[in-house]
């Protein structure tokens, strides 16, 4: 599978202000160029069905974590419970006028086109906007930040270890972990 081109910069482009320097038409082509090549990820979510159906165990390591997305919805059908360590929420609708990118993918994950109905924790949580804390109440994300581990918003006295055992007891579990 290839990918639609992206430009070396594009990313730096898109910023507001740029990065590098820039006119608007030149942002805007560079923001259509990355949402195209990230909505061609789509086959990262096929290839993780067809190895579920051939009884693997799917990993994925490195790259950019908006590519956790894809890999999830391919294990969605099992509804495992989603233990997402990270410093960020990654609960933004989107960024910059990016749909796809390093703060949105959680968000789709539960409220994009093709939403995961698993349990979902968020561990090690140091940095999150009012909106995105919203997301998360919305869909009942347990998060544990990075200053709480011992209890969640949502179970103040309970510590992690006990709520993860107590989700993941007879579940599969779909793990991200960005650690950048």
Known sequence: MKLPHVRPNDRKLIYEPPLIPATKR??????ARVNRAVEALEYLEKTTEMLRDAGKVPL???????????PLRGVAREEPVVLQ???HMDMKA???????????????ALY???PI????VQIGIRQGSRDEEENARGKDVVVFDAWRVRGSFSQPHKPLTD????LTKGKKVYIPFDIA
């Open 26 to 31: 030149a942002r805007e082509k560079a923001r």
């Open 112 to 114: 994009g086109d093709k």
């Open 163 to 166: 709520v993860i055992e107590e």
């Open 117 to 120: 109905t698993s349990k979902f």
């Open 94 to 108: 989107e960024y910059l006028d990016v749909k796809y990118s390093h703060t949105t993918p959680m968000y789709h």
């Open 60 to 70: 994925m390591l490195g790259g950019e974590h908006l590519v956790s997305l894809w």
């Open 85 to 87: 360590f990270d410093a």
